[in-house]
């Protein structure tokens, strides 16, 4: 990396890594952006939309839409403050170009409407700053494209997405595959639109950009700045809210599909849906650092979701709708040769016991700071209490969506606990038809027989399932978060220190567990799992640690890429990036250990759940 901050473009295999690409958005569609100038990953209009690019998934025919100046060498990337505006310097032997790229909103956005606030266009601003470049422009989309010039630019039919783009420029393009000559001080405006006409004069997409940051920095203004790391705080909050379909309040896992948590490996998922648990953890981070309105929009939408589903699934659509069945891309070489590529999701039809609590979590935090539940969807909750009554007896996937056979896991046995304990409090405190007495005294029981079943005297720990035989599990350390075992009881202070002994993958790093001892039906390794991690700094401020929990807590914060983001994986050797990108809950982990630990700092308890009426 030079004095500017440029650092040289590296590939592997013929692909960027993942941490340096930035994310763009606008509460509907998704795009991400190379520190090469190009967008390799595109799904418009909507998240699960069949990507217009997906270079990164395969170089040669995944498409991408390319602005880069050739003999590119270095290259260096940041988002205008507080925003999802983002910019890219990218160096030359002869000259330096900046490329501005956003999501338009439109003017006057405010982004805690649940109306659409993007006009359905890609600006891309290019600027020389300095020298003289020849600019390539290629505009490719996945699959066979019609392209036509007409008067107001090329317009391309994509049959493959059931997609129309237009192509507007500030000068005239010889064509979709071309390169044009710049000199410093000259501009170029380019919009990508696919939902009606946008500006493309370079005055008209500076305003539009100008527009577009002011609306995101006038929403990020609201997220709190008194915890640790505040700018990354903020910034997990950006890429949040770009993961929020404004219109309901659903919030996707991540933006993109198949990126794998081993290279050359199978574990590859398609993430761009919403999962019923991470309502649960992502309202609590939100509400918490001045986002209301997000928090209650995603419980709105779980809560509406669950009431009129068939049975409680595990994941839906943004429209909470059962996602496309789930289906191998044979097409697509994958990520770094990382086959095979999949569009849908097969967990969506799994058996998962915790999905009970987090639905009765939500409803408990949805009451709990002023919204009302309807008779009919207690009755609803209602009933999904009662079949946690007995579902953790038999075995489930679990959190991590093993492809083996099932087991009783002790994370799904202790969110039916959650759902017990979250109706006992709702009918007392609401005086809501139901049988609180029991539902406490079961909640009660169960915690006691998890303590007891889960317990392995051996190894001196809880571990993944209830019964012997158990190996290590991560997910044992959002417990305390649950409110399930007090983070400092015996069995779970021995736990965190197993976890943080066996489990380490170095770094301060976790495995979320060992597939050798913990069979999940893949028989890979994988990469370290952040949120785990930052479970792990919750628990040690929970115990007292605090000075362990603000060191940890600083290590991981240093994984994060230039620009903030954080993958669901990262591999332990390198410090690479894997799995999915950017995910959401791994940001939601930073942001609850920020909070925690900004309490802790102003010598409050640290608040492992939501504390209200806990009492």
Same mark, same amino acid.
């Given at each position: 990396?030079?004095?500017?901050?440029?650092?040289?473009?590296?590939?592997?295999? =013929?692909?960027?890594?993942?941490?340096? @690409?930035?994310?763009?958005?606008?509460?509907?569609?998704?795009?991400?952006?190379?520190?090469?100038?190009?967008?390799?990953?595109?799904?418009?209009?909507?998240?699960?939309?069949?990507?217009?690019? +997906?270079?990164?998934?395969?170089?040669?025919?995944?498409?991408?839409?390319?602005?880069?100046?050739?003999?590119?060498?270095?290259?260096?990337?940041?988002?205008?403050?507080?925003?999802?505006?983002?910019?890219?310097?990218?160096?030359?032997?002869?000259?330096? %170009?900046?490329?501005?790229?956003?999501?338009?909103?439109?003017?006057?956005?405010?982004?805690?409407?649940?109306?659409?606030?993007?006009?359905?266009?890609?600006?891309?601003?290019?600027?020389?700053?300095?020298?003289?470049?020849?600019?390539?422009?290629?505009?490719?989309?996945?699959?066979?494209?019609?392209?036509?010039?007409?008067?107001?630019?090329?317009?391309?039919?994509?049959?493959?997405?059931?997609?129309?783009?237009?192509?507007?420029?500030?000068?005239?393009?010889?064509?979709?595959?071309?390169?044009?000559?710049?000199?410093?001080?000259?501009?170029?405006?380019?919009?990508?639109?696919?939902?009606?006409?946008?500006?493309?004069?370079?005055?008209?997409?500076?305003?539009?950009?100008?527009?577009?940051?002011?609306?995101?920095?006038?929403?990020?203004?609201?997220?709190?700045?008194?915890?640790?790391?505040?700018?990354? %705080?903020?910034?997990?909050?950006?890429?949040?809210?770009?993961?929020?379909?404004?219109?309901?309040?659903?919030?996707?896992?991540?933006?993109?599909?198949?990126?794998?948590?081993?290279?050359?490996?199978?574990?590859?998922?398609?993430?761009?849906?919403?999962?019923?648990?991470?309502?649960?953890?992502?309202?609590?981070?939100?509400?918490?650092?001045?986002?209301?309105?997000?928090?209650?929009?995603?419980?709105?939408?779980?809560?509406?979701?669950?009431?009129?589903?068939?049975?409680?699934?595990?994941?839906?659509?943004?429209?909470?709708?059962?996602?496309?069945?789930?289906?191998?891309?044979?097409?697509?070489?994958?990520?770094?040769?990382?086959?095979?590529?999949?569009?849908?999701?097969?967990?969506?039809?799994?058996?998962?016991?915790?999905?009970?609590?987090?639905?009765?979590?939500?409803?408990?935090?949805?009451?709990?700071?002023?919204?009302?539940?309807?008779?009919?969807?207690?009755?609803?909750?209602?009933?999904?209490?009662?079949?946690?009554? @007995?579902?953790?007896?038999?075995?489930?996937?679990?959190?991590?969506?093993?492809?083996?056979?099932?087991?009783?896991?002790?994370?799904?046995?202790?969110?039916?606990?959650?759902?017990?304990?979250?109706?006992?409090?709702?009918?007392?405190?609401?005086?809501?038809?139901?049988?609180?007495?029991?539902?406490?005294?079961?909640?009660?029981?169960?915690?006691? @027989?998890?303590?007891?079943?889960?317990?392995?005297?051996?190894? =001196?720990?809880?571990?993944?399932?209830?019964?012997?035989?158990?190996?290590?599990?991560?997910?044992?350390?959002?417990?305390?978060?649950?409110?399930?075992?007090?983070?400092?009881?015996?069995?779970?202070?021995?736990?965190?220190?197993?976890?943080?002994?066996?489990?380490?993958?170095?770094?301060?790093?976790?495995?979320?567990?060992?597939?050798?001892?913990?069979?999940?039906?893949?028989?890979?390794?994988?990469?370290?799992?952040?949120?785990?991690?930052?479970?792990?700094?919750?628990?040690?401020? =929970?115990?007292?640690?605090?000075?362990?929990?603000?060191?940890?807590?600083?290590?991981? +914060?240093?994984?994060?890429?230039?620009?903030?983001?954080?993958?669901?994986?990262?591999?332990?050797?390198?410090?690479?990036?894997?799995?999915?990108?950017?995910?959401?809950?791994?940001?939601? =982990?930073?942001?609850?250990?920020?909070?925690?630990?900004?309490?802790?700092?102003?010598?409050?308890?640290?608040?492992?759940?939501?504390?209200?009426?806990?009492?």
């Amino acid at each position: 990396m030079d004095s500017n901050g440029l650092k040289r473009l590296e590939q592997r295999d =013929g692909y960027l890594p993942i941490e340096d @690409h930035g994310l763009l958005g606008d509460g509907r569609g998704s795009a991400l952006v190379g520190r090469d100038g190009a967008v390799d990953f595109m799904c418009v209009p909507r998240f699960d939309s069949a990507p217009v690019f +997906c270079g990164l998934l395969d170089h040669r025919r995944g498409g991408q839409f390319l602005i880069a100046p050739k003999d590119l060498h270095s290259s260096r990337q940041w988002y205008m403050d507080d925003t999802a505006v983002l910019v890219t310097r990218i160096q030359t032997p002869t000259g330096v %170009v900046e490329v501005t790229d956003a999501f338009l909103l439109r003017p006057g956005a405010v982004l805690t409407e649940d109306d659409p606030a993007g006009v359905g266009a890609l600006a891309r601003r290019v600027h020389v700053i300095a020298g003289s470049v020849d600019l390539r422009v290629l505009l490719r989309p996945r699959g066979d494209v019609r392209t036509e010039r007409q008067s107001d630019g090329w317009h391309l039919d994509c049959p493959h997405q059931g997609i129309s783009l237009r192509l507007g420029s500030s000068r005239p393009l010889p064509g979709c595959d071309c390169t044009l000559p710049m000199h410093s001080g000259e501009k170029l405006a380019l919009t990508l639109s696919w939902d009606g006409p946008v500006p493309t004069s370079v005055e008209e997409v500076d305003t539009a950009l100008e527009d577009t940051a002011r609306a995101w920095r006038h929403w990020s203004a609201h997220v709190v700045r008194d915890v640790p790391r505040a700018e990354l %705080v903020r910034r997990s909050a950006i890429t949040l809210k770009l993961l929020d379909h404004l219109e309901n309040g659903a919030m996707i896992a991540a933006p993109t599909s198949s990126l794998p948590e081993r290279i050359g490996g199978s574990r590859n998922w398609d993430y761009r849906y919403t999962w019923i648990r991470d309502a649960a953890y992502a309202v609590f981070a939100l509400r918490r650092i001045g986002l209301p309105m997000e928090a209650g929009g995603f419980l709105h939408w779980a809560l509406t979701t669950a009431q009129w589903s068939d049975r409680p699934r595990v994941l839906y659509d943004v429209d909470g709708r059962l996602p496309q069945p789930e289906t191998v891309d044979e097409q697509l070489a994958g990520y770094r040769s990382s086959a095979p590529v999949r569009w849908g999701n097969a967990a969506a039809e799994q058996i998962q016991h915790d999905v009970y609590g987090e639905i009765l979590d939500c409803a408990f935090q949805w009451t709990a700071t002023g919204g009302r539940l309807g008779s009919s969807l207690w009755q609803r909750l209602s009933v999904l209490t009662e079949q946690a009554r @007995h579902a953790w007896r038999t075995p489930d996937r679990g959190i991590w969506e093993v492809r083996t056979a099932g087991r009783p896991f002790t994370y799904s046995a202790a969110m039916c606990q959650v759902a017990l304990d979250r109706a006992a409090r709702l009918v007392n405190r609401l005086n809501l038809p139901g049988d609180a007495e029991t539902w406490a005294k079961e909640a009660s029981r169960l915690t006691d @027989h998890i303590l007891r079943e889960a317990w392995d005297d051996d190894t =001196g720990t809880l571990t993944e399932h209830l019964g012997p035989g158990g190996g290590l599990d991560a997910s044992l350390l959002a417990l305390p978060l649950r409110r399930v075992v007090p983070a400092d009881h015996p069995r779970m202070v021995a736990t965190t220190r197993a976890m943080a002994s066996r489990l380490d993958a170095g770094g301060g790093l976790l495995h979320r567990y060992l597939p050798e001892l913990s069979p999940d039906g893949l028989d890979q390794p994988e990469g370290a799992f952040v949120l785990c991690s930052f479970w792990l700094v919750d628990n040690l401020a =929970g115990q007292g640690r605090t000075d362990e929990a603000s060191e940890l807590f600083e290590r991981l +914060c240093s994984y994060a890429s230039p620009l903030g983001l954080l993958s669901e994986e990262i591999d332990p050797g390198t410090g690479a990036f894997l799995g999915n990108f950017p995910q959401a809950l791994s940001h939601v =982990g930073l942001i609850s250990s920020a909070v925690v630990l900004g309490r802790v700092n102003r010598g409050v308890r640290p608040e492992l759940s939501t504390h209200a009426w806990f009492s």
